[in-house]
């Protein structure tokens, strides 16, 4: 089972651990932080979302930092979610799937029409992650970096929590 702590300093060392772990992705988006960075950016948000629309989770399994979770409720459309970045410590486990699901079955039961997402185009085993989950591309744009990104949404309006992903 999976526990779902909302971020706070004292979870910072945990952070920083998942972050650390997925130096092939840093190293992709061509993103370098340093520690009091990554914290700050973790934080920030659109000005049009309020505080309590944003959500940064560290996910734990027996008391191990797993995975973070970082998304805005409202954003783009009052009806859709939009995950920022979903970075998982230890890829092959499954929590990457199980923590997508959770948040789909949070999103239908709160009423969300959609979650979005945005992929590097080069992050060829991310995309085949979201393909697998149901997320399909709905355009290609250009990013910061001279990177490109595929813009990804699931249109939760058909999918109900308990015929898929309990």
Same mark, same amino acid.
């Given at each position: 089972m999976?526990d779902?702590?909302p971020?706070n300093?004292?979870?910072?060392?945990?952070?920083?651990?998942i972050?650390?772990?997925?130096?092939?992705?840093?190293?992709?988006s061509?993103?370098?932080?340093?520690?009091?960075?990554?914290?700050?950016?973790?934080?920030?948000?659109?000005?049009?979302?309020?505080?309590?629309?944003?959500?940064l989770?560290?996910?734990?399994?027996?008391?191990? @930092?797993? *995975?973070?979770?970082?998304? $805005?409720?409202?954003?783009?459309?009052a009806?859709?979610? !939009?995950?920022?970045? /979903?970075? %998982?410590?230890?890829h092959?486990?499954?929590?990457?799937?199980?923590?997508?699901?959770?948040?789909?079955?949070?999103?239908?039961?709160?009423?969300?029409?959609?979650?979005?997402?945005?992929?590097l185009?080069?992050?060829?085993? @991310?995309? *085949?992650?979201?393909?697998? $989950?149901?997320?399909?591309?709905f355009?290609?744009?250009? !990013?910061?970096?001279? /990177?490109? %990104?595929?813009k990804?949404?699931?249109?939760?309006?058909?999918l109900?929590?308990?015929?898929?992903?309990?």
């Amino acid at each position: 089972m999976l526990d779902y702590l909302p971020y706070n300093p004292l979870l910072n060392a945990d952070v920083l651990t998942i972050f650390n772990a997925n130096r092939p992705y840093l190293a992709l988006s061509k993103t370098i932080f340093d520690e009091e960075s990554l914290l700050a950016d973790l934080q920030q948000r659109p000005a049009s979302i309020l505080p309590e629309n944003k959500h940064l989770e560290v996910i734990y399994c027996q008391q191990q @930092a797993v *995975a973070i979770l970082d998304y $805005l409720t409202g954003y783009k459309t009052a009806d859709s979610v !939009y995950l920022g970045l /979903l970075l %998982v410590k230890e890829h092959g486990q499954g929590f990457g799937k199980q923590i997508v699901r959770a948040l789909i079955n949070r999103s239908i039961v709160a009423g969300y029409k959609e979650i979005e997402l945005a992929v590097l185009t080069e992050n060829r085993a @991310a995309l *085949a992650f979201w393909q697998l $989950l149901g997320f399909t591309i709905f355009d290609t744009v250009a !990013y910061e970096k001279d /990177l490109k %990104v595929h813009k990804m949404q699931l249109r939760l309006s058909s999918l109900t929590s308990e015929e898929h992903f309990l």
